[in-house]
């Protein structure tokens, strides 16, 4: 974790922690790190957020001042960026996004050659120049100042890519589409109706400040009631990127990204396509996940809260599916990123093949209830490592045994444990979070 880029891109609130200064700066580096033995060729993506153009703005000032080619797919998904910079051999791409985050957020997502996030010592040398710590890097002169090129072919071109993956005819399916005011909208509604989908759609009226706003994954209320409304088959619910997905069945009932996990293995299994026999969950996952997936004699392994790392895992041990709980589902024989568009594709291809609902297709799979709480702390290490904070959570695991699970990490971004416990009831899940909580208070790690 670097001083400005997490796990997911530099992230921060408009021209407070991420500003115009800060993204022309990222433009100057990248232009000059690529640019060693040939003017760099980069690719730009946006959400819909009214900071999202003055970022590029600068980004691109950034790009061509360094006497690099900024090529700009204006509106579009991340994943979307990830196809274009390795199927149009870009030396790297940008995503300009805070994903699920509200408007006055944003951040900045590069995208290495080869579609995955960029290295991490890369972004440490971005650092270094934002921090003056490299020493000044020449500005292009005269003809070899860098050009911007509108690249909207690029964006049409993904859209293809999508419609081609499907393997079957959305005819007569009624889908309901929530793309939260953001980045999905120039593309999720085409690729349905190509599909043969009639297809219905919320948060489709970007004003650059309604991002997120009451809709998409993070709001699934609106969807849960619109596909009840108007009888549809099901809905899906995208961010503001289009990275994450999470569904809708014809009765409204959220289905979340373990849901999708299981059904998607499940599937893949019976067709003999499971890599592995392995679904790639991270530590988040839920408990009734596990279970299911045990008894569909499907594997799972775990990783670190990010798809980052869950795409980290898949890479090194060549598994064909996994994700989040939030939604971030990741194919790897399609793509190196989470994709909510094509997540949505192919729950639908899953409900034709079947000739079955959404509904009747997550049935076996029960969600166990879970509690999730955040403390805010002065040292986050010195929490966790608590003797009696150790011991506490020693007694909840015992407490639990096989029949549930407590979860204590840190926070990547801030000064804060989280505290996550999985129990056969809600209650149980309340008791043993509050009873961690209290000791980690009276050990006097919690900011008043």
């Given at each position: 974790?670097?001083k400005?880029f ?6 921060g ?9 800060h ?13 060693h033995?040939?003017p ?9 957020r ?7 703005y600068?980004?691109?000032a950034?790009?061509t ?13 991340t994943?979307?960026?990830s ?16 994903s ?17 996030k960029?290295?991490?010592d890369?972004?440490a040398?971005?650092?270094?120049y ?32 999508l419609?081609s ?10 889908v ?13 509604k085409?690729?349905f ?17 309604n ?6 994954s ?15 088959d ?17 009765d409204?009932n ?14 893949l ?9 392995t ?52 194919f ?17 291809e899953?409900m ?21 709480k955040?403390?805010?702390?002065y ?6 490592g608590d003797?009696a904070?150790?011991?506490k ?7 639990l045994?096989?029949?549930g ?37 009276k050990?006097?790690h919690?900011?008043?």
């Amino acid at each position: 974790m670097g001083k400005y880029f997490g796990t997911d891109g530099f992230r921060g609130e408009a021209n407070v922690g991420l500003t115009v200064e800060h993204a022309f700066k990222i433009g100057r580096y990248l232009g000059y790190y690529f640019g060693h033995e040939h003017p760099a060729k980069i690719v730009i993506g946006k959400d819909t957020r009214r900071s999202s153009y003055m970022l590029e703005y600068a980004l691109t000032a950034g790009l061509t001042a360094s006497g690099a080619d900024a090529y700009l797919l204006h509106v579009t998904t991340t994943p979307s960026v990830s196809y274009v910079v390795k199927s149009d051999d870009f030396d790297c791409g940008v995503m300009i996004t805070a994903s699920h985050n509200p408007f006055y957020d944003n951040g900045i997502k590069i995208i290495n050659h080869l579609g995955y996030k960029i290295e991490a010592d890369v972004e440490a040398l971005i650092e270094q120049y934002i921090d003056g710590e490299i020493g000044e890097i020449p500005l292009a002169k005269r003809e070899f100042i860098g050009k911007t090129i509108d690249y909207s072919l690029g964006r049409n071109r993904y859209i293809g890519h999508l419609v081609s993956l499907a393997t079957r005819s959305f005819k007569d399916k009624r889908v309901g589409l929530d793309m939260a005011n953001g980045a999905s909208t120039t593309i999720a509604k085409n690729v349905f109706d190509t599909l043969g989908a009639k297809t219905y759609c919320l948060g489709d009226q970007p004003d650059g400040l309604n991002i997120n706003m009451g809709c998409g994954s993070t709001h699934m209320e609106k969807l849960k009631a619109f596909v009840v409304e108007n009888g549809l088959d099901c809905g899906f619910a995208f961010d503001g990127d289009a990275d994450r997905c999470l569904a809708v069945d014809e009765d409204g009932n959220e289905i979340n990204g373990d849901q999708i996990m299981y059904i998607v293995g499940r599937y893949l299994k019976e067709r003999g396509e499971l890599t592995n026999n392995t679904v790639v969950t991270t530590v988040m996952s839920n408990m009734g996940l596990y279970k299911a997936l045990e008894a569909a004699d499907i594997e799972y392994t775990q990783t670190k809260v990010g798809d980052k790392y869950v795409f980290e895992n898949m890479m090194q041990y060549g598994h064909s599916i996994g994700g989040e709980n939030s939604g971030h589902i990741i194919f790897s024989k399609y793509a190196s990123t989470g994709d909510g568009i094509l997540t949505a594709i192919k729950l639908m291809e899953i409900m034709i093949e079947k000739k079955s609902s959404l509904k009747a297709l997550a049935k076996d799979m029960t969600i166990f209830p879970q509690v999730l709480k955040n403390v805010r702390v002065y040292s986050k290490s010195a929490a966790q490592g608590d003797e009696a904070v150790v011991a506490k959570v020693e007694e909840v695991k015992a407490l639990l045994g096989n029949d549930g699970r407590i979860l204590v990490r840190e926070s990547g971004t801030e000064p804060v444990i989280r505290v996550m416990v999985e129990a056969p009831t809600l209650k149980q899940c309340e008791e043993c979070v509050d009873s961690v909580i209290e000791v980690i208070k009276k050990r006097g790690h919690v900011v008043a």
